[in-house]
C-alpha cells in the first residue's frame, strides 16, 4: 500500500491518500479521542501521540496535529497506523456517516435550498481538495452559519476563505444572504 501525503493551507494539518476509499460518501470530523468511539481508524490514529484531530473525506483522511510538534516526527507513525488499519480488514465506520447540513425548514427554506445547492456543487469540491469540507449551519436575518471541519477548522486562510470566496458566491447568486460566518461545534 502507498499513502500519498499533500500539505493543506493549514500548517498544523496534512492530507493523507491511501489510494482507496475512506469513507466512500460523507464525512466524519473527530476533534479529540473521545468523539472518535465509532471509528477505528480515528482511534488508531489518536493513539498516535501528537494527533489532536482526524478527519475523514471520501478518499482522504486528515490529520491535525499539535503545536510543536514536528511533522517529520509524527508523519511515520501516522502512516504505520493507517496502513496497519487498513490490512487489518477493519471498517473505516462503525456506524453511519455525517450527512452533512444542518437541516432548517420555515420561511426561508428556499434560501436555504440554494445556499446548500451552491455548497455542494461550488464550495465543498474545492475545500474537499484542502482536505476539509464546509457545511451548512444556519441561516438567519442574511447571516449563513457554516461549519468548517478538517484542514478548514483552525486554519490561517479560513477568514479569507469565507469572506472573499464564499460570501461574495452566495451574495453574487442570493440576494438575500448578507453576511457568512463561521460556527464552532
Not at 501525503?5 to 466512500?24: C, H, I, R, Y
Not at 452533512?100 to 455542494?120: R, Y
Not at 476563505?161 to 458566491?169: D, F, H, Q, S
Request: charged share 20%.
Amino acid at each position: 500500500m502507498f499513502i500519498q501525503t499533500e500539505s493543506t493551507p493549514n500548517p498544523a494539518t496534512l492530507k493523507f491518500l491511501p489510494g482507496q476509499d475512506v469513507l466512500g460518501r460523507g464525512t466524519a470530523d473527530f476533534t479529540d479521542a473521545d468523539t472518535a468511539a465509532t471509528s477505528p481508524l480515528a482511534r488508531a490514529l489518536f493513539r498516535v501521540e501528537g494527533v489532536t484531530g482526524v478527519f475523514l473525506g471520501s478518499d482522504f483522511i486528515t490529520v491535525t496535529k499539535a503545536e510543536g510538534i514536528d511533522w517529520a516526527h509524527l508523519k511515520p507513525a501516522i502512516l504505520g497506523a493507517i496502513m496497519e488499519h487498513y490490512q487489518s480488514g477493519a471498517p473505516v465506520m462503525e456506524g453511519e456517516t455525517e450527512s452533512g447540513h444542518a437541516s432548517q425548514t420555515g420561511p426561508d427554506a428556499e434560501i436555504v435550498d440554494q445556499i446548500k445547492e451552491l455548497l455542494d456543487t461550488r464550495v465543498r469540491p474545492a475545500v474537499a481538495q484542502d482536505g476539509g469540507d464546509i457545511t451548512f449551519h444556519g441561516f438567519d436575518r442574511g447571516v449563513v452559519y457554516l461549519h468548517m471541519k478538517g484542514a478548514c477548522a483552525g486554519c490561517p486562510s479560513s477568514t479569507l476563505t469565507l469572506k472573499m470566496g464564499i460570501e461574495n458566491l452566495l451574495r453574487h447568486y442570493i440576494p438575500e444572504v448578507t453576511e457568512v460566518r463561521p460556527v464552532t461545534a
